[in-house]
Structures are given as structure tokens and as C-alpha cells.
């Protein structure tokens, strides 16, 4: 069991002890609030209700459960209730030191890895799909001339073709998840759609990172009605550090994105980041709808920071992957090769080519290995310059 799964396993039981004479209220009825709601219906512990700061500015309901202003508890006896915070980072923070000056005692702290062991993604395989060499999106901390300068040295394949990527995908296990994001706009492949449709065919769970650059409303129309399991959108920025075009079709594509619900009602995009503060034209169409983050990070060293960028520098001792526990979040480029992550435009670890090796082989091979011994004993590899490495506590 690594530190993760304790810490979760320790919430879980500190939780449980509260619901034998408490009844459950998760504070946040965001995207954190609905898997935190997630992961105690799993654990069989039943939940009461939903807190937010404002009513007004939230749905009255996330699952047939009701959400109530924070205001409510204090007008009725809130001893009978323990609150879980379903809000990580600040936020969460803030909203701790709301209860305590409403004098609210019953309060279960958040605790560390929070927002890791929330996401059913870090403990499945992934594999994220990178069908096309060349983003022209072209982001200003994005990496990509590094990327294709070490990529065209091994290949001069520029795109994937639909056959070859069911022929990949249906190589791997059944439980490995799709991510439709890697090195490049998915949407500018031209078999995107296919490939979208091909994987919810499969039942494997779909996640899309998306410019919506390549998108058009016809394409939409092919794909609406896949239930991602998460939707993030990269957003056009006031500096232009992202080529992403605001045209009449690119505000209805958005418009679309953002007033649509998921089949569990939760909304359709569920987060959005941005390379600087978001144009105001899409601040205007997203509202309050998900949150806007604009927090940058500097790819494991590969992007030069300008002061803008979060570093980790070089790391010592045992680390892990606060992204993926089992190292196993890989990214499938056009070539068939298979490199250790998203951190790796340079292409510093292939781990095999999935044209060539089976999953199994690629997964348990030498290069994987040995990146698995490098984060426990110090040893060098991408990790160490990593924002999503975190130091194995002894």
C-alpha cells in the first residue's frame, strides 16, 4: 500500500467513525463534491445532504440529494452533522475557517493527497492519444519544437490512421482508460472523431483535452452524445500565448460545451485552463458554469520559466508518481511508439512501440524498470524535475 492509498484509506475510516452518530455533509457541490459523493457511496456510507456558501449560484440537487446554503445549519441544531469538505487547495482551506467562525465543530479535516486519491484515474491504466506530430495550436509553454525534433529523428510519421489506432487499442487491457489529449489538439487529426466514437464502442472511459481547434459543429454533432468521464477545455488567452482562433463557430462550439450536463447531471466541461488571464468574450459565455485555472507548469524542466511557470528543480530521494500509481499513464504517439508521460516531449523514456510489442511487454519492460528503480534509489530520470513527483514519506 503506498502513501496514497493509506492516507485514503485513513479518511475513509475517520469518516465512517462519524457517520455511527453523525449524519454526512459534503461541503461543495463542484467537481471534487461529486467524486468525493462517489467515493463514499462506494464505501457505503450515506450522505445527507450538500453544503455551498451561496444557494443561488448552485443547483438544488446532485444526485437526488439536496443542496442547501451553509447558512441553513446555522438556524436549525447542526450537532447532529459532520461536514467533509469537498474542496481542495485555498478554497478548502477557506471554507475550513468559514465553519469555525460559524462556530460549526464537527468538521473532518481534508487530508493530504485529497485531490490524488479522489481521481478513479490515478489507480487505472491510461492511455493518452497523441494522433498527430505537430500542435498548431502552438502554445507558448508547450514544448512542441522539442517534441518534433525528437521525434522526427526516429520517424517521418507525421499522422496515425484509424486503423492503426484500433489495432493499438485493442491491444491493450480492457480496464486501461483513453485520454484524447498528449502532445497535440486530438481534433486535429482528421480521424479524431473516429477514434472518440471507436473507444466508446470499446466501453473504455474517455477523457478530452480540448482547444476545440479542428472541432467544427457537424463534428460535434457525431460525438455528442459520448459520455466523457471528464472534459477539460484549453481556453483562448488576452495574450495570445495559445493560436486558438475566436471565430462565430468557435463561440457556439464553446456555447455548446459549456450550458450542456452530463447524463449525471453534473455540467458537461468540467474544468478549463488557460496560458494567461482568459479572453473576456469566454469569461462572458462560462460565467460561474466550471472553474478557470491559469496555473502553468514548467513540463518537467522541458519549458524555460519566465517567472510564470511553477519548477520543481531536481528532486532527491525516493519519490512516486502523485499522477499515476502505477507509472502507467502513458502517451501513444502517431509512430506507434510509447513515451513514460505527458512531462516527456523530449522523449527521454520510450518504453516500446505499441505497433510492434504487446501492452504487457511495453508496461513491465526494461525502460519502465528502470525508470521504477531510478525514482527509489535516486537514480536520474524525467521524474526528478517533475511538479507531479512527490518524495516517498519514510
Not at 26 to 31: K, Q, S
Request: hydrophobic share 35%.
Amino acid at each position: 500500500m503506498n502513501v496514497i492509498e493509506r492516507s485514503k484509506k485513513e479518511y475513509l475510516q475517520t469518516i465512517d467513525e462519524y457517520a455511527k452518530n453523525h449524519r454526512i455533509i459534503i461541503y461543495g457541490a463542484g467537481i471534487n463534491g461529486h467524486r468525493l459523493f462517489k467515493l463514499l457511496s462506494n464505501e457505503h456510507i450515506a450522505v445527507d445532504s450538500f453544503a455551498v456558501t451561496n444557494s443561488s449560484l448552485n443547483v438544488k440537487a446532485v444526485h437526488g440529494i439536496p443542496v442547501r446554503d451553509i447558512s441553513w445549519w446555522q438556524e436549525n441544531d447542526n450537532e447532529e452533522y459532520a461536514f467533509v469538505i469537498g474542496v481542495s487547495g485555498t478554497n478548502g482551506t477557506a471554507i475550513l475557517a468559514e465553519l469555525k467562525k460559524r462556530h460549526i465543530s464537527n468538521v473532518i479535516d481534508i487530508p493530504k493527497y485529497f485531490d490524488i486519491f479522489l481521481d478513479d484515474w490515478y489507480f487505472t491504466p491510461v492511455l493518452e492519444i497523441t494522433p498527430l506530430a505537430g500542435c498548431a495550436v502552438n502554445c507558448r509553454y508547450c514544448p512542441q519544437k522539442l517534441f518534433l525534433d525528437s521525434y522526427y529523428k526516429r520517424t517521418s510519421k507525421r499522422e496515425m490512421s484509424f486503423e492503426e489506432f484500433k489495432t493499438c487499442i485493442d491491444k491493450t487491457p480492457y480496464d486501461l482508460n483513453i485520454d484524447f489529449s498528449g502532445f497535440v489538439e486530438p481534433f486535429l487529426s482528421k480521424d479524431a472523431i473516429k477514434m472518440i466514437r471507436y473507444s466508446q464502442e470499446k466501453g473504455r472511459k474517455i477523457r478530452l483535452f480540448t482547444t476545440l481547434r479542428g472541432l467544427t459543429i457537424e463534428k460535434y454533432r457525431e460525438i455528442e452524445d459520448v459520455d466523457f468521464d471528464m472534459i477539460i477545455l484549453h481556453l483562448p488567452d488576452k495574450m495570445k500565448h495559445a493560436s486558438i482562433p475566436i471565430t462565430d463557430e468557435y463561440l457556439e462550439l464553446l456555447e455548446l460545451f459549456a450550458f450542456r450536463k452530463k447524463s449525471d447531471g453534473m455540467p458537461y466541461v468540467d474544468l478549463a485552463n488557460c496560458q494567461s488571464e482568459p479572453d473576456e468574450r469566454v469569461v462572458e459565455i462560462i460565467k460561474n458554469r466550471f472553474p478557470i485555472s491559469w496555473n502553468l507548469i514548467d513540463r518537467a524542466g522541458n519549458v524555460s520559466s519566465d517567472g510564470n511557470l511553477e519548477s520543481a528543480h531536481e528532486q532527491k530521494g525516493c519519490l512516486f508518481c502523485g499522477r499515476a500509481a502505477g507509472i502507467n499513464h502513458n502517451v501513444l504517439l502517431p509512430n506507434g511508439d510509447v513515451v513514460l508521460c505527458c512531462m516527456d516531449f523530449g522523449m527521454k523514456h520510450v518504453l516500446g512501440n505499441l505497433f510492434e510489442d504487446s501492452y504487457e511487454d511495453i508496461i513491465r519492460g526494461e525502460e519502465i524498470r528502470m525508470i521504477k528503480y531510478a525514482m527509489k534509489h535516486d537514480g536520474e530520470c524525467l521524474c526528478r524535475e517533475c511538479t507531479s513527483a512527490l518524495l516517498q514519506e519514510s
